[in-house]
C-alpha cells in the first residue's frame, strides 16, 4: 500500500501561518525553560512533544487553526526542549569546571547563545540532509511519531488533553508556592543518634576509634523533597527506573557517607575547617553535605561514566547499524532528484550544504576564542563536524527506534568529549582554553544531537498528516534562533539564583562533564574517587544492575529529590495495580496512561514556571533591592503538613486518571506514552 497522508498532497490548508510560528515560538521558549530548570534539578528531561501538542491544539482550536498549523506549531514548541536539555548537559559545566569565572557577562551571553544557535542548526541541517529516507525506512517505527499524529487526529474529533494539562500546571505551580512561602515544609533533615551503638563496637577495636564515634556519632538522612516536579518525573519514568535512582541516594546518603564520617571524621573535620577544629563544633548535616560534595560525587562521577559507556555498549548494534545506515542514506540523498510532491519537499540540498560549509567555518573561529590557538580550532572544528553528523543521524535512528525519551544524549557527548579532550592534549593544549575548547565541542555536539533526533521526530508526525517538510524546517531554524538567544536568561537566573553544581542545582551531567574535562586536559580529576566510582559501576554491571547510569546519578543527587522521584514512581505502581485489579481493557488502560501522563506533565510544568519566577525574583531583587527573599509565613513550618501535602498530590494522580478510564465500549484512544 503506498504511502497516503492525512491531509492529501493536493489540499491547500494553512499551515506556515504567524499564528502557528509566534505560539511555537512562545512554547519552545516556556517548555525549554522548564526542562532547564528539571534537568539541572533532577538530572533528567522529558519530551515536550506532547505538551506541545495538547498546548497548540486548545489554542489554535480556539483561533480556527488547521490541524496542519497545530503540526507547525508543536513542531517548532517542541524544539526548545532538546535545545535546552543539550545546553544543561554542557554550557554549566563551564562554570562549574572554572573555565568561565562569571555567567552574568555579555561575553558569556554570546559564547553560550552560538554554542546552542550552531548546534541546533547543525542538527536540523544534518537532519534535511538525510530526512527524505530515514522517515520512509521501514525499520524506524517511531513510536513517540505515531502517537503524536494520534494525538492531533483524535484532537479534531474533540479532546479533553488541554484540561488535564492545564488544571495540573495550576496544581504544581499552587504546591510549589505554598512551599516557598513556607505554608508547609517541602524538606525536612532527620539526625539519627547512633553515637552509643557505634563506640561500644568500636571498643573492640582501638579506644582511639571509640574516641571518634563518641565526639559525634550521627546520621544526617532525609525525607522526600515536596516538589511536584520530582513526584511527575518518577511517576513519568514508572517504579522501576524511579526506584533504581533512589537507591544511589540510599547509597550515597545511608551507607558511603556515615561510613566515611565514621573512620574518617577527625581528618574529614581537619580537610574540610582546617587544624585544630573538634568534630564536636562542627555541624553534622553541613559536615555531611561536604562528604558528598567532595568524596561522593567524585565517586558518582566514575559510576556515571561506567554507565554512559556500559549505554552505548548495549546499543552497539543498533549504534552500528545507525552509522552504516547513515553513510547509505547520504549516498541515497546525493541521488536523489527534485521531488515535486509537497509532502516530499525539502530545502534545496545546495543551500544546506552551503550553510553547513558556512557553519563550520564560522566555528573555527569561535573555537579560535575558546582555546587561543588556531590549530586547536582547526582540529576541534574538525571533531564537532565529523562526531556532530554521524552522532545527529544515529540519534535519529534511536529516536526512531526507541523514542527521544529514551535517546542516550548523554552518552553520545560523553563520547565526543573524550575524543576532543584527547585530541587536544596530543596537540598540546591545556589549562582553562584547552578545558573550555573541549567543552565547547562538546556542547555544539550535544545540541545538535538533541536536536537533530526532536527534529526527525516532528518531521516524521509531519510525514504522517501531511505537512510540508520544508516549512517545519524553516519554522524550526525560527524556533532554534529564539531558543537559544533567550534560554540563556533562565539559566541565567538559575544560576544566579542556586548556583550550578549546588544542592539547589545539582546538574549532574554538567558535572560529570566538567570533571572529565578537567581531569584529561586540565589534569585536576581527583582519580583515585573518580576509579573507585568505575570500579562500582563496574559491579552494578556484573550484577546485571538495569541503568548503572540511573544509580549513580541518583548517588549525585541530593536525597530528598531522588525520594521524591521514588515516590513518584511507587503513585505510578499503585496507579498500575489498581487498573489491573479494576480489569480495565486495553483502550481503558490507554486512556488512564495517558491522563496520568498529562497530569505529571502539568506538575512538572507548573512548578518549572513558577520556580523561574521566584528564581528572576531572587536574582534581580534579593540583596540588590529590597534584601530579602519572597515572605516566609511560618519560620518553623511543619514537614508533617508537607507529607499531608504528598498524599494529597498522591490521590490526585491516583483518582484522577482512574476515573477517566472511561467505558469498555469506547473506541481506543491514541497512546501517549513517554
Not at 56 to 65: D, N, Q
Not at 265 to 275: A, K, S
Not at 571 to 580: E, T
Request: charged share 15%; net charge positive; glycine share 12%.
Amino acid at each position: 500500500m503506498s504511502y497516503q497522508p492525512y491531509v492529501p498532497e493536493k489540499t491547500d490548508l494553512r499551515e506556515f501561518t504567524l499564528k502557528a510560528l509566534i505560539l511555537g515560538i512562545i512554547m519552545t521558549v516556556i517548555l525549554g525553560a522548564a526542562n532547564a530548570y528539571l534537568g539541572l534539578r533532577a538530572g533528567m528531561t522529558i519530551a515536550a512533544t506532547y505538551p506541545a501538542a495538547v498546548i497548540g491544539m486548545a489554542i489554535l482550536k480556539l483561533m480556527r487553526g488547521s490541524i496542519l498549523e497545530e503540526n507547525m506549531a508543536r513542531t517548532v514548541g517542541s524544539i526548545g526542549e532538546s535545545v535546552a536539555a543539550g545546553a544543561i548537559f554542557t554550557i554549566p559545566a563551564f562554570i562549574i569546571s572554572g573555565a568561565w569565572l562569571r555567567f552574568d557577562t555579555l561575553d558569556a551571553y554570546l559564547k553560550s547563545s552560538a554554542l546552542m544557535f550552531v548546534g541546533g542548526l547543525l542538527g536540523i541541517m544534518f537532519v534535511t540532509f538525510l530526512r527524505r529516507v530515514m522517515v520512509t525506512d521501514p525499520e524506524l517505527l517511531f513510536p513517540e511519531s505515531v502517537a503524536a499524529s494520534e494525538i492531533h487526529k483524535a484532537g479534531q474529533k474533540g479532546s479533553q488533553g488541554a484540561k488535564f494539562l492545564f488544571q495540573a500546571m495550576g496544581v504544581g505551580a499552587f504546591i510549589y508556592a505554598l512551599g516557598v512561602l513556607r505554608i508547609f515544609a517541602a524538606t525536612k533533615e532527620f539526625i539519627i543518634k547512633v553515637g552509643t551503638i557505634g563506640s561500644s563496637f568500636v571498643r573492640l577495636g582501638t579506644d582511639r576509634l571509640a574516641a571518634r564515634v563518641d565526639a559525634g556519632g550521627t546520621v544526617a538522612v532525609s525525607g522526600p523533597g515536596i516538589y511536584p516536579a520530582y513526584i511527575g518525573v518518577g511517576y513519568i519514568i514508572g517504579p522501576r527506573l524511579a526506584s533504581l535512582n533512589f537507591a544511589g541516594g540510599v547509597l550515597a546518603w545511608g551507607l558511603f557517607a556515615p561510613l566515611l564520617m565514621f573512620f574518617l571524621g577527625p581528618q574529614l573535620v581537619e580537610r574540610f575547617y582546617g587544624p585544630g577544629v573538634a568534630m564536636a563544633d562542627v555541624a553534622w548535616p553541613d559536615m555531611m553535605v561536604n562528604v558528598w560534595k567532595f568524596i561522593i560525587r567524585p565517586i558518582a562521577v566514575g559510576g556515571m561514566l561506567v554507565g554512559a559507556g556500559y549505554t552505548l555498549f548495549r546499543m552497539r548494534k543498533n549504534l552500528a547499524a545507525g552509522m552504516k545506515r547513515s553513510v547509505g542514506d547520504v549516498k541515497k540523498a546525493t541521488g536523489q532528484t527534485e521531488i515535486v510532491s509537497r509532502c516530499e519537499r525539502d530545502l534545496n540540498i545546495r543551500l544546506v550544504l552551503s550553510i553547513l560549509a558556512i557553519t563550520i567555518v564560522m566555528m573555527v573561529f569561535v573555537y579560535r576564542i575558546f582555546s587561543g590557538s588556531f590549530v586547536s580550532a582547526v582540529l576541534a572544528a574538525a571533531v564537532m563536524a565529523v562526531t556532530g553528523f554521524f552522532f545527529a543521524a544515529v540519534s535519529g535512528n534511536l529516536v526512531g527506534q526507541i523514542g527521544s525519551s529514551n535517546n542516550p544524549i548523554s552518552g553520545l557527548t560523553l563520547s565526543t568529549l573524550i575524543i576532543a579532550a584527547l585530541l587536544m592534549v596530543l596537540v598540546g593544549a591545556t589549562g582553562t582554553s584547552g578545558v573550555a575548547a573541549v567543552l565547547g565541542v562538546a556542547a555544539v555536539v550535544c545540541v545538535s544531537s538533541a536536536v537533530a533526533g526532536e527534529m526527525l521526530q516532528d518531521l516524521k508526525v509531519g510525514h504522517i498528516l501531511g505537512g510540508t517538510p520544508w516549512k517545519m524546517q524553516v519554522g524550526n531554524i525560527f524556533g532554534i534562533f529564539f531558543a537559544s538567544f533567550l534560554l540563556y536568561f533562565p539559566l541565567l537566573v538559575l544560576h544566579g539564583a542556586f548556583t550550578f553544581g549546588s544542592k539547589e542545582l545539582s546538574a549532574p551531567q554538567a558535572g560529570l562533564m566538567a570533571a572529565l574535562s578537567q581531569g584529561i586536559v586540565g589534569k585536576e580529576m581527583a582519580w583515585p574517587l573518580v576509579i573507585a566510582g568505575m570500579l562500582m559501576g563496574f559491579a552494578f554491571i556484573l550484577v546485571q544492575l538495569r541503568s548503572p547510569m540511573l544509580v549513580a546519578v541518583g548517588m549525585y543527587l541530593p536525597l530528598e529529590t531522588t525520594f521524591a522521584i521514588f515516590c513518584g514512581g511507587m503513585i505510578k505502581a499503585i496507579v498500575d495495580r489498581r487498573a489491573a485489579g479494576k480489569a480495565l481493557n486495553p483502550a481503558q488502560k490507554t486512556r488512564v496512561e495517558n491522563v496520568g501522563i498529562l497530569l505529571a506533565s502539568g506538575l512538572i510544568a507548573g512548578e518549572a514556571l513558577t520556580a523561574l519566577v521566584r528564581a528572576t525574583w531572587k536574582f534581580l531583587f534579593f540583596q540588590k533591592v529590597v534584601g530579602r527573599d519572597v515572605p516566609e509565613f511560618f519560620s518553623s513550618a511543619s514537614y508533617t503538613i508537607g507529607l499531608g501535602v504528598l498524599v494529597l498530590i498522591a490521590c490526585y494522580l491516583i483518582f484522577i486518571p482512574l476515573r477517566n478510564a472511561g467505558k469498555a465500549d469506547e473506541p481506543p484512544p491514541p497512546s501517549a506514552v513517554i
